[in-house]
């Protein structure tokens, strides 16, 4: 099931973001968080935007999709970031395509016309992932 993240849900989910601090480039976070200074991100950006959490039948979450302000200027105010975590012993069952899809539906009926999604390369996974639901390639640092 895909739904609203609750403030419950906060402790569920920080070892999935820890596990992608500690082991991936993903999060560009250095050090693991937390839980209250996770807590701040998340309720800040679940005030504002869809924050999406999928959860399994046992009531255990699996991953988590979110979107949040991509600049602060005003002109950009249509304008948001995706942020897609899947639990480590949960890839492979096309969750990250179902919170994406649920998480693009809901931005189209909050009236957003643009969607970034920033990925530290090389990350072909992501690349693939991100292309499959029609995100072109705009820059790169380098």
Known sequence: MIRQIKISDIEKILP???FH??????TF???PLT??????KVLRIANEFPFLVFED??????GYAYAS??????AYNQTVES???ISNNAKGKQLGTKLYTELIKRLKEKDYKVVIGGISLPNEPSIKFHEKFGFEKVGQEI
């Open 16 to 18: 999935i973001y820890n």
């Open 21 to 26: 601090v500690e082991n991936t480039l993903v």
């Open 29 to 31: 976070d250095l050090i």
């Open 35 to 40: 839980v209250e200074q996770y807590a701040e």
């Open 57 to 62: 039948n046992n009531n255990k979450i699996l």
């Open 69 to 74: 302000k991509w600049r602060p200027k005003s």
């Open 83 to 85: 942020t897609v975590y």
